[in-house]
């Protein structure tokens, strides 16, 4: 079965810019998370989606950002506008319920410049 | 904000030698668990530990839990160059498993 896949791998735009960063997940995981991951602050969760639902978005950085899961199979993360502070590699994972561990795809690296 | 610290930062090691990483958390939790993260890739699961659990294995991988330090180690026996990589515990805290917290990660090295 295919992993997490995330597109795009990298992105580059200018400060002031629309991003838009999207997640397909393992099909049949009903949990969905989005991370960040920079070295001064490691990996933080963003937001996380069960049953395309969101359920926690405590770690969503400010009004900036959003993210949908419109359906099981897609997902994503937006950023308007964008800022230099946002740069960073975003993660999607899914997992199935209970003790499943999360599989994470390979990110996205955003500059935003 | 990070709920576990990994110590240390960094290890450097010769193919062959054991390679010990260990993970200190602040709250209660009901599960541990450790991922790898290559240069460039997302993290992969490589074990979980239940709080009423005290040590596991898995292949070359040695994990303990002590709840009342709030520590775990992970150990890697027998290390081999693809083990170079970054190591993260995560915690769950009491009410689910889906919601974990990664520590700041161990870079190890592993010197063919």
């Known amino acids: 079965d295919a992993g997490v896949i995330q597109s795009p791998r990298h992105e580059v735009t200018e400060m002031g810019q629309e991003v838009t960063l999207r997640c397909k997940p393992i099909?049949?995981?009903?949990?969905l998370f989005w991370y960040r991951q920079t070295m001064m602050r490691g990996l933080e969760l963003l937001i996380y989606?069960?049953?395309?639902?969101?359920?926690?978005d405590s770690g969503m950085p400010e009004d900036r950002f959003s993210a949908k899961m419109p359906n099981a199979s897609f997902s994503t993360l937006k950023i308007q506008p964008s800022e230099p502070r946002d740069s960073a590699v975003y993660f999607c994972a899914s997992k199935l319920g209970g003790t499943q561990p999360q599989h994470f795809g390979d990110g996205t690296r955003l500059s935003i410049l | 904000s990070q709920q576990g610290e990994e110590d240390p930062q960094a290890l450097s090691i010769q193919e062959g030698e054991n390679a010990t990483m260990n993970c200190s958390y602040k709250t209660s939790i009901n599960n541990l668990q450790w991922y790898r993260q290559n240069s460039g890739r997302g993290l992969v699961h490589l074990i979980l530990i239940r709080s009423n659990e005290r040590e596991k294995h898995s292949g070359r991988l040695r994990v303990t839990l002590d709840t009342s330090k709030k520590s775990s180690s992970l150990l890697i026996t027998a290390s081999r160059a693809a083990d170079t990589a970054s190591y993260f515990c995560a915690t769950g805290s009491s009410g689910g498993y889906q919601k974990v917290t990664f520590g700041t990660g161990t870079k190890l090295q592993v010197i063919p």
């Open positions: 099909s049949g995981h009903d949990y």
């Open positions: 989606f069960n049953n395309n639902v969101p359920i926690d």
